[in-house]
């Protein structure tokens, strides 16, 4: 199959990611644990900071995607955005791990404003990078394995985030190895200014009236994407584990040492990375609805498994982590692939290419399961008695085990079954649709 991108061009679409991402994941995985043991903020009151923040971008982030829709400059539909937020996004990155050292009260009020900033600046950025592989190609496959060079390139910066940041914390402490992350990858998204071609162009009757009541109305009669965003929700959204594993890590296992938390983390992305390279090759045997649901229903097993097993060999722990860790991810991984298949079915059907609206959906989606994930694990860590930086209880312990290795267990299985029942949107479908509107 020939290709219309060119490699330098996926390789520049999958550089922005690999920087995005460092940026992305050092929030994902140690903020909380810098809200928590540096800022000295409770865990309850960080779940209560990340709900209110996501509170905010149900509000926030569709009028940012019908921005993004109604906005069409002279360099691009979505160039212009990423080029711009190329600089914003490390530097308000830094700006979280910043401590400014005002007391219980000041850092939590500078936390809350920081972390609603940030998440603004991001969705200025996400919603652009994964809408520009949509005008990339009018080839859907292609479209697949444009964003598939994106997810390896999130897998690399994920793997790297966690080998190397809490090492290089112990070294030289957080705000100073948070900078020379953001700067890195600030370097390291500035090719695709130079590289990246849209190709698709929007007409101006494909977004025009891209009110805000035109676009919850989009969305609203958007079947497949009401029902995929159900699943996404409820499977992300209750794994604890994500946010859990710091915790695990440095009180089960560590006993208050930061020893297993890089161990840890690399175990968990290394599968992720090998499932991500097969991905246009799986979707294209099997699609991804059988992927969600396959994968989410292992990697629940896996999971079960492992709160039956407990955590007394860290060797069984470490397998247990690799095994469950690639499954687990994977409607992640499948997340831009099925926006892509959204954009298709709202412009078959409603004549109205809204990438802005679909992808602006997708970013609050990441932002809110994540916030979820967090919020519920801050507040049950609250509840079950967790103190930062101390010895903990016997219960405590065991509570943290079940956010890793239980909790996940159920949103899983419910996730699956949703889409199992009611999911029915197919690969040949979307590409039948493309070439009717093309």
């Given at each position: 199959?020939?290709?219309?991108?060119?490699?330098?061009?996926?390789?520049?679409?999958?550089?922005?990611?690999?920087?995005?991402?460092?940026?992305?994941?050092?929030?994902?995985?140690?903020?909380?644990l810098y809200?928590?043991?540096?800022?000295?903020?409770?865990?309850?009151?960080?779940?209560?900071?990340l709900l209110v923040a996501r509170t905010w971008d149900a509000v926030n982030d569709p009028i940012l995607g019908s921005i993004v829709d109604r906005c069409d400059f002279k360099g691009g539909k979505f160039l212009p955005w990423i080029k711009g937020v190329n600089f914003i996004l490390p530097l308000s990155t830094i700006a979280l791990f910043f401590n400014p050292n005002w007391g219980p009260d000041g850092n939590l009020l500078y936390a809350y404003a920081s972390y609603i900033l940030w998440g603004m600046i991001y969705t200025l950025c996400d919603v652009p990078i994964f809408a520009l592989s949509s005008v990339m190609t009018k080839n859907s496959h292609e479209r697949v394995i444009i964003l598939t060079w994106g997810r390896l390139a999130a897998l690399i910066a994920g793997i790297t985030v966690a080998a190397a940041t809490m090492p290089l914390i112990s070294l030289y402490g957080w705000t100073e190895t948070v900078t020379v992350l953001c700067i890195i990858a600030m370097l390291i998204m500035i090719p695709i200014r130079y590289f990246a071609v849209e190709r698709i162009k929007s007409t101006k009757k494909s977004h025009s009236d891209v009110s805000l009541k035109a676009s919850w109305n989009y969305l609203k009669n958007h079947q497949p994407m009401k029902i995929f965003y159900i699943a996404i929700l409820i499977s992300t959204g209750t794994n604890t584990a994500a946010i859990a594993t710091n915790y695990f890590a440095i009180y089960n296992l560590g006993n208050g040492e930061t020893t297993w938390v890089a161990p840890l983390m690399v175990a968990a992305m290394l599968p992720v990375f090998i499932l991500a390279a097969l991905t246009p090759l799986l979707i294209k045997h099997f699609g991804k609805k059988n992927l969600y649901i396959w994968g989410t229903l292992i990697g629940s097993g896996f999971s079960l498994l492992q709160y039956f097993i407990g955590y007394e060999s860290i060797v069984v722990v470490i397998i247990l982590q690799i095994l469950k860790s690639a499954p687990v991810f994977l409607p992640l991984l499948l997340l831009g692939m099925f926006s892509t298949d959204f954009v298709e079915y709202g412009n078959y059907h409603n004549k109205k290419r809204l990438e802005g609206t679909v992808f602006s959906l997708q970013t609050f989606a990441t932002k809110l399961t994540q916030a979820l994930a967090a919020g519920i694990c801050g507040i049950l860590?609250?509840?079950?008695?967790?103190?930062?930086?101390?010895?903990?209880?016997?219960?405590?312990?065991h509570g943290i085990f079940v956010l890793y290795s239980l909790v996940p267990v159920f949103g899983g299985v419910l996730s699956a079954w949703i889409m199992y029942k009611f999911y029915h949107l197919k690969e040949s479908r979307v590409q039948e649709m493309i070439n009717t509107t093309q």
């Open positions: 199959m020939k290709l219309e991108s060119s490699r330098t061009e996926r390789a520049s679409y999958g550089a922005f990611f690999l920087g995005q991402n460092i940026l992305f994941m050092l929030v994902f995985q140690f903020l909380n809200y928590t043991d540096v800022l000295g903020i409770g865990a309850a009151a960080v779940g209560i900071l860590l609250g509840w079950i008695g967790y103190v930062a930086n101390t010895e903990q209880t016997p219960e405590v312990l």
